[in-house]
């Protein structure tokens, strides 16, 4: 359930997750484009003052490990590993940047994201894309800052100038060759988990280097074979933070590595001198190098029977558990502390609680949206049914869909049912936990297809669009052409896709959600078109063809209806 | 070829119950705290958990709601890590803390076994949906899971005269001192087939929270399992 951040948008960490131990993944790409992303950490007049503490591919590290570089994995361009009670006090803001190397702007990015994961789960995304930059060449995507707590701010701000400009605006040094700057990245320290070494980057004198190089093959790549190494194998090690969910199984180095997973003797994932779950209260452990080991202090209040080193239950000193015969059995510590953020109904539910804007149209999450009839004064129509919750007067009547509609109906059997409603208040819509798109139309146009559409303004004019030819169902597609001011709520089933309109671009009739109005449609049958056919088709689909100008889009969801 | 699947592995325990992504619950078992479970709910489980159907005081009880709605209940005992899930649905975990929560029937995933439950008939709605709706009113120190299609929506009813109206279809659980009544919003053009969709609804008023699933589906998937 990650938090969507917008630009400015800002939170405690400690709202997001109850770790500590974090993983930040930055993913931005653009057509020709690379990107050195770095992590700057700043003192509290917001210097660098002391450049160890400059996280960039010449520095993967800063001198105590709390802010690592992890390279390219799990679907982002640059990862790195914060554990923010490591960070020593001086240092009081994180700021994460991306800068073009090379010739470009950042507006030729790409819908890119920044976004902070934790235990395992997704807590924070920040996305962006090119439209929000001009002629910047660097952009501060998000920073970490200690305001009382350290907490989290969504900056996407740009900056002119490249990587040295930056840096000379955090107070920093630019060295003639940054060679110095860097330790060699294979000189792995002794108490360093080997799956978080660097990837061996090129020649660290190099001027102009390449961008985090694609996973290099010590720490990245899978392990040769299928068999899990032997324990006590020094290398090589598995690298578990290849998945953006990061949990509790790290073998520190020199022990046995285990893949959860895999056919492991220990059941757990854990190594065998760490307790099984919890750490026991008194015990003075060294911090685990583990990555999803949550640290200590983070731990609930341990109430009286949790995790009793000297009391375990029978349970614990089971062998094939995991157990080594010998070792303080932590058992099931049934832990019945508060949680994080107190206890209560209240408090457990409140991260889902109704996300108040002043906004007509307010998506809740991705499968609810909210409508404030009272903005704008005007009515909604909406998919008969799809009303779960309404507070204030609100008045629900019936709509046709009207002449259009009823050929829409006639034709395919399915008539679209609306109703209108009207009133004063806020009306929640959401059907069979699709998700959905609010679109604001501003004097555009989009299609939709009409089992796709759940609510739109009432201000809105549609017109049924009618797409002829030979194979469809029923004689032909229908569509609903929207157009006007107004907003127009869209339900994809799972994540759709946004494509561009090439001069190549088809998709299945059942699974096109919308399309920009002004590209043009053509079927294309699959007698003519047999690549394009699925194969096994039993032929009752239709491929749809897409032309149109350079900026238009298509739709698609991955469920065909 | 592990890497990927690596992450998903359980993290350590901290609490009586967690959420392991969206959609799984985990609950540490300890002897002496026993769970109440929906029947078939149980994904996994690790260690020594023994299951027990329609415990004899629950059966009392569920004499009471053997009507057609109202979930089976079992009982779990034992020391260990135990996993339930509800066909995908999204859990959602609650502390109570001496607080008291109503919830629907069909949302309810596990609760402590020494919290004070009781069955009851929300009032009022009888005559709408055919069989009447029958929720679990849970109170007392402990933990209580629950699910929802899609991730839910938590609405304050303000407390103030302004009610709030929700599909009973959509609905998962409420504050239990809020007042409930039934809503038919029907007008006549609804008797020839031309109604808006949205018959009826249960009208909340009072101090506290109303939970709602962003899904309609409210049908029960661990009831018509074979």
Redesign the interface.
Known sequence: ?AREFQRGHKAKISDLT?GTDLYVGVQISGPGLTFDISCFGLDADERLSDDRYFVFFNQPKSPEESIQLLGAQ?GDTESFRITLDRIPPQIQKLSFTATIDGAGQMSQVAPGYLRIVA???EVARYAFNGSEFTTERAVMLGDFYLKDVWRFAAVGQGFDGGLEALLKNFGGEVMEEEAPAAPAPQQSQPGAAPGFAPPAFGAPAAPAPAPVPAPAPQGFA??PG?T?PPPGAPAPV????????????MAPPGVAPV????PAPT???QPPQQQP??QPPGQTAPPPPGY???PAPH??APPPGYGQPTAP????QQPP?GQVPGQQPG?????????QGG????????M???TPTGQRWTL?????VRVDLGMGGQPVLA??????????K?????K?AGFAGRIVGGATGQEM?L??CTGQGQV?L????THLHPIELQGDAICVSAESVLAFDESLQYEVRRIEGHGIPGGALFTMQFQGTGTIVVKTHGTPVVLPVTPTTFADANAVVAWSAASQVIVSSQVRMRRNAYPGDTGESVNLQFRGAPGNFIVVQPYEV | ????????????????MENH??HMLKV????G?DLFARVGSMIAY???VQYEPNPPAVRQIARDWMTGEGAPLMKCTG???LYLADYGANV??????????SVNATNLLAFDAHLTWGVERVKGLAKFAGQGLWNTKISGQGWVALTS????????C?GGE??????PD?LVAW?PNLKVKGKR?F?A??LIG?????AY?MAFSGQG?????????STDRLRFRG
């Open positions: 359930m109850a799990a235990g395992g789960e899978p392990p299928a899990p598995p690298n578990v933070h290849a998945a953006p969910t990061i949990v509790a199984p893949p959860p997973p895999g059941p757990y994932g779950y919890g999803g080991q949550p731990a609930p239950p029978g349970y614990g558990l058992g099931y510590g049934v832990p019945q502390g508060a949680p206890a209560g109904v209240t408090a457990a539910l409140s889902f609680k109704e809740q999450n991705s499968k609810l998919r008969q049914g799809s009303m779960v919750l309404y507070q204030g609100v008045d629900f009547g019936y046709g049912q109703m209108r929640f959401a059907e069979n936990a | 070829m592990y890497q990927p699947l690596a992450g998903y592995a359980p993290a350590p325990v901290t609490t009586r992504g969206d540490a078992m300890q002897s705290q690790e260690g020594f020391d260990g890590l959602v975990v609650i502390n109570l803390n001496g607080d008291g929560i299609r899609g991730k839910p929506i938590v609405v304050d303000g302004d009610e709030t109206y929700v599909d959509a504050s919003s007008k053009q609804s031309r109604g808006s969709g949205e609804q929270i109303v939970v709602v699933q962003p899904s309609e589906d």
